[in-house]
């Protein structure tokens, strides 16, 4: 796991949904998460089944945040869940061989846990303010190095993440950063996506 992990916004429009996923694909996203916080479930069900063939598309895996039963029924590659969410033991039990990702905010003893617990995948933040989750906890950028220094599993930074910071964040350890906003809101998405998985090579 490496590179630029957009995650969607909360966006109604299932067909602007639709083109801005395909923008995000075609620049490079090496994952994409499913995240709308504000659907009912048949909206959600709704816009994974109409994002799901594009990323087999570009062969990217599709990871449903939160909703492990609609991860299952339909078939996405993985979940992430959060503190609030289902318990990941629960979540890989229905899962089995899926990919499940934690966030672990600004604790790294989380982090172990959540990798002893089977997690594929843990991430932490937010390192920087963040228009997504304007309450979220802050973690500071040395627990990236910390982190890569116990785990064996996948680390992703998260939170505030755009052109300017992303780089520093990378240089301290991370192997994916996980951006909504900055790519999301850009002018120009596919170019955007571009620019942030560069940062990788």
């Known amino acids: 796991m490496r590179g630029l992990y957009a995650i969607t916004p909360d966006i109604e429009d299932t067909g602007q949904l639709y083109e801005m996923v395909q923008q995000a694909l075609s620049g490079g996203v090496s994952w994409l998460q499913y995240r709308n916080k504000k659907a009912d479930e048949q909206l959600l069900r709704a816009q994974i089944l109409k994002i799901h063939p594009l990323c087999k598309q570009f062969h990217v895996p599709l990871i449903i945040n939160d909703y492990v039963d609609l991860a299952s029924q339909l078939a996405a590659d993985g979940l992430h ?78 939170g505030g993440i755009n052109l300017d910071n992303a780089t520093s964040l990378i240089a301290h350890g991370c192997d994916a950063i996980a951006v909504s906003q900055a790519l999301f809101s850009a002018q120009d998405i596919q170019a955007t996506a571009q620019r942030f998985s560069a940062l990788f090579h």
């Open 81 to 158: 869940v959060g503190a609030t969410d289902v318990p990941l033991v629960i979540a890989r039990r229905s899962l089995d061989q899926k990919i499940i990702g934690v966030s672990c905010y600004n604790q790294l003893e989380c982090a172990i846990t959540a990798e002893q617990a089977g997690a594929d995948y843990v991430a932490f933040g937010a390192f920087y303010p963040s228009i997504t989750k304007t309450d979220a906890q802050r973690a500071p950028i040395h627990l990236l190095e910390a982190a890569k220094k116990v785990l064996h599993v996948p680390v992703v930074a998260i």
